[in-house]
Structures are given as structure tokens and as C-alpha cells.
């Protein structure tokens, strides 16, 4: 192993899975290369609004504490797919991991492009905490990975195999390196778990040839999810009984309901563009019925007097909404269009 004589020594390497996004997704077929190379059959994503150092890549460190809305981006991605009828093996890739390891000020970079799952990455995490003084080694078309302990050092080197071209190699305390392994194989695995209970299935850990997604209070066929508002309505009607007068939604980021009739009726108003862009985020789940809400349930004069009050400089529920509906109004026609069911009887 004359590889390992030639190792540059750094000080530390960094290591982190990684949950691939994608800003778009492709609605055409999957076997014209035409129609992969055309943008117009690529419908855009929301991506997760969480830092993050590189924007289509969410590392378990920035991704821990914003589950919710990583499993809200894989939804959206499923959802659509359930529209277009794309089986799962169309859709896979949306669902891939990466594991990386680099150190920018030294510039080393070493990827694992033919890991897609977790068991994949856990051979070499299993590796590190097993017998690390016997070599790893792992090779693919294009890539090769070599790596070996010796002493207090752990020895890691990336070539393509197939043109005899060496990436890295280089040097790096073993223990502090197997440290960060650990900890980045367990935030990942309790990323996964909230995941997969919220999709109602693991597509991560490791490869399935097909998956069902859906859970009791979410199913990609259909477009309310109950649950969710059930929730929004208990946070409305509590946060009203303390407040009587103001028909807001407080609980939902400050944002007035009745903006999501706007929204959906698509009325343009002044709200600030942070808080326009949570908004929507928000409401992304219960669009159909803030439609339904914005062409049937408000009138036109009244949808024109709320967007003449924001666009005045009006944001906030107590400052708008008084003037144009009372509490007990959008109260009651927030619940016809959400609970059309409880309001039949």
C-alpha cells in the first residue's frame, strides 16, 4: 500500500449524509431524452426554507431540527407524482442520500456517488467502529475508495480506477473522525425515523423496489389533509375565545386566515415577502379549500375590500379584518368550506 507513504496530513476532515433535494420535477417521460433535456417538463419544487450551506443539499446537522418540513418537501414531491401516476422507481432519485467527506481550507473533497441509502454508508461507519486497521476498500465504475488505519491516523484516498486518477489522500486524526461518524450516522437515523413516519414508509435506509406512501393523517391522493386542519381549527377557535373580535390565525406564523382566500383567489396584496413566503408555505397543504373558500364562500366586494386595506399598508388581523368581517363570519365560513360534512347536519 504505497499510497498511504504519499497521504497529506490535515488536521481534521469533515463528514456529513446528506439528503439530496431538487428544485424541480420532471412530469415528462422518463424514456425521451427530448423531453429530459426540456425544461418545460420540469415543474418547480418548494424547497425547505431551514439553512443550509449548499441549497439542494440538507445535512443532518442543519436538517435535525426542521424534520417537518423535509417530510413537507417529500410529500410534495410524492403528491404530484400520484397525479401524474409515476410508479416509485420513476421517482427514487428524489429520495437519494450522499455521504461526504471534505476539508474546504485544504481543499479535499471525497465523495461516495454510488452510496443512495443509509446501508450503504453504514458498511463504512461499521467499518470505522469495528476493524478499522484492516483495509477498506470499495470500487465502482469511476471510483474507488481506499481507506486503513495506522496508528492514531486514519488514511482515506478517492482515484478513478479506470483512468488511474487520484483525488485525495489524506491523513486525519482516526479518533476524532470516528466521533463525528457516529454522531452523523445517529442524527440521520432519527431523521429517518420521523421521516418515514410521517410518508408512512422508510425509503432511505436502504433500496426498495417499490413503496406506499400514506399514513392515517396524510394520504398523497388526497388534496386536504384533514389532520392538519383539524389542528389549524382548534389553534383558531382557542386563540379566538381569549380574543373575541379578531377573526385571525395567530398560531400560523401572524398571518390573518382570511389572507389564504386571497392567496388562493390569487389577489395580490402588500404583505411582507417573508412572511407572504411562510404563508404560503403554511397553506400549501389546504390550497383546494382556501380556493374553494376564495370563489365560493366571500364575496367579490369584500375580497376587493380586504385587498384594498392591505395594499394601504393594513397587515395584521385587528388592523383589516374587523372592518370587513366579523369574528363569528369567518369563523363559520372557514368551517362550511373546511367541515362542509358537520355543517350539513
Not at 429520495?95 to 467527506?101: E, G, I, T
Not at 476498500?137 to 480506477?161: E, L, T
Not at 411562510?278 to 364562500?297: C, D, M, Q
Amino acid at each position: 500500500m504505497n499510497w498511504i507513504e504519499k497521504s497529506r496530513n490535515i488536521g481534521s476532515l469533515n463528514l456529513e449524509v446528506c439528503f439530496q433535494l431538487q428544485e424541480s420535477f420532471y412530469i415528462g417521460d422518463p424514456n425521451s431524452l427530448e423531453q429530459l433535456q426540456d425544461e418545460k417538463y420540469r415543474e418547480l419544487v418548494e424547497l425547505p426554507s431551514f439553512q443550509r450551506v449548499v441549497p439542494a443539499m440538507a445535512r443532518t446537522s442543519e436538517a435535525i431540527e426542521s424534520t417537518n418540513e423535509l417530510a413537507s418537501y417529500y410529500k410534495n414531491i410524492i403528491e404530484k407524482s400520484v397525479v401524474l401516476g409515476k410508479p416509485f422507481n420513476e421517482i427514487r432519485q428524489y429520495f437519494w442520500l450522499r455521504l461526504w467527506l471534505w476539508n474546504t481550507e485544504e481543499d479535499v473533497h471525497i465523495s461516495f456517488p454510488w452510496y443512495d441509502s443509509l446501508s450503504e454508508m453504514q458498511q463504512f461507519f461499521s467499518w470505522l467502529k469495528g476493524n478499522p486497521e484492516e483495509p477498506y476498500i470499495d470500487i465502482d465504475q469511476g471510483w474507488k475508495i481506499d481507506a486503513v488505519v495506522i496508528g492514531k491516523n486514519i488514511h482515506i484516498r478517492q482515484i478513478d480506477p479506470d483512468c488511474n486518477e487520484e483525488y485525495s489522500n489524506v491523513s486525519v486524526p482516526f479518533e476524532k473522525f470516528l466521533q463525528q461518524a457516529s454522531e452523523v450516522e445517529n442524527r440521520a437515523q432519527q431523521i429517518i425515523r420521523s421521516l418515514s413516519k410521517e410518508l408512512g414508509v422508510d425509503v432511505w435506509s436502504k433500496y426498495l423496489k417499490d413503496a406506499i406512501f400514506g399514513t392515517e393523517e396524510w394520504q398523497p391522493n388526497k388534496k386536504i389533509n384533514r389532520t392538519k386542519i383539524e389542528e389549524y381549527w382548534k389553534a383558531y377557535i382557542k386563540y379566538v375565545e381569549k380574543k373575541p373580535g379578531i377573526g385571525s390565525f395567530p398560531k400560523v406564523s401572524g398571518i390573518p386566515t382570511v389572507l389564504a382566500a386571497l392567496v388562493g383567489a390569487g389577489y395580490k396584496t402588500n404583505l411582507p415577502p417573508d412572511q407572504l413566503d411562510r404563508f404560503i408555505k403554511t397553506f400549501r397543504e389546504v390550497n383546494g379549500v382556501v380556493k374553494l373558500l376564495a370563489l365560493r364562500e366571500i364575496e367579490a366586494d369584500r375580497i376587493f375590500r380586504i385587498s384594498e386595506e392591505f395594499e394601504n399598508g393594513g397587515i395584521y388581523a385587528k388592523e383589516v379584518i374587523p372592518k370587513v368581517f366579523t369574528k363569528e363570519e369567518v369563523a363559520e365560513k372557514y368551517r362550511e368550506a373546511i367541515f362542509p360534512e358537520l355543517h350539513s347536519k
